[in-house]
Structures are given as structure tokens and as C-alpha cells.
């Protein structure tokens, strides 16, 4: 069977605690693992707050899982989110070879910006440390009265 790469994001209650939360992504990589679907990576985005309130919920935990599957079994897997009460939202992506690529090249030059910035501002750092010892603070107020 010809399997392809999808991106499955779901959204759970961010009310939950961290150890239920990790219970409910090892819940479904096992699954994934019984539904002969293989995870080529779990990103765990992180709890942020909720654009808009969504089943009576202000915050939820992100994560993305990264597959490899048959076409015919997502439907299975987006019927299962559905079922979870856990579950806030779920969306289900496929990833063609043009985008997988596209968003490689996304992020590698993302990453290479960043280090970029954080060279450059470490730079102006180390360059205004030694000014700032130099000057003395009582030539650095001026006095306005007359």
C-alpha cells in the first residue's frame, strides 16, 4: 500500500496537566503504531491561549504529529479526535513532496535568520558594556536648575 506523509495538529484542553497531557500523546502514538501508521515526528508546540474560546476553553496544548499513511486510514484517525473529549480542535494535512520541501527550506532559513539576529545582538551588547563602564554616572545627568 502507498503510504503518504501527512501533518495532524490537534489541539488539547490546556486545562489538563502536563502528565495527563503526555498520557494523551502516548495514547495516540500507540494508535498510530496499531493502525500501521508510522510517526516520523511528534512536535509538542506548547500550551498557548485560544484566539477564541472554543467548547468553553481559554487554552489549549498544541501538538503536531508528522505520519506516514495509508490515505484511507486518516479518516479513521480524525474520527478518533473527534471522539476524544480531550480534543478541542484537529486538523489533518497532506504533505506533498513540493511543500515538504518548501517548508524544509522554510524553517532551515528561519533558523539561519535567527542565529543571525542573536550574533548581531550579542555584538551590540558586548560593544555598549564597555562604554557604559567608562562613562561616570554623575556626568550623565545634567543639572536644569538656574
Known amino acids: 500500500m502507498n503510504k503518504r506523509y501527512y501533518e495532524s495538529y490537534i489541539i488539547i484542553d490546556g486545562n489538563l496537566d502536563d502528565a495527563a497531557i503526555e498520557e494523551e500523546i502516548k495514547k495516540y502514538e500507540s494508535f498510530f503504531e496499531k493502525n500501521e501508521i508510522e510517526v516520523a515526528a511528534v512536535e509538542r508546540i506548547g500550551r498557548k491561549r485560544l484566539a477564541y474560546v472554543i467548547k468553553k476553553r481559554q487554552n489549549g496544548f498544541y501538538v503536531c504529529f508528522i505520519v506516514l499513511a495509508p490515505p484511507g486510514t486518516i479518516s479513521k ?14 486538523l489533518t494535512i497532506f504533505m506533498s513532496a513540493r ?47 538656574k
Open 77 to 90: 484517525v480524525e474520527r478518533t479526535y473527534k471522539l476524544d473529549e480531550n480534543i478541542i480542535r484537529y
Open 99 to 145: 511543500s515538504k520541501r518548501e517548508k524544509e527550506e522554510h524553517l532551515k532559513n528561519k533558523a539561519l535568520i535567527q542565529s543571525k539576529f542573536e550574533e548581531s545582538k550579542e555584538k551590540q551588547n558586548s560593544i555598549a558594556e564597555p562604554a557604559a563602564e567608562t562613562t561616570p554616572l554623575g556626568s550623565q545627568v545634567q543639572s536644569t536648575e
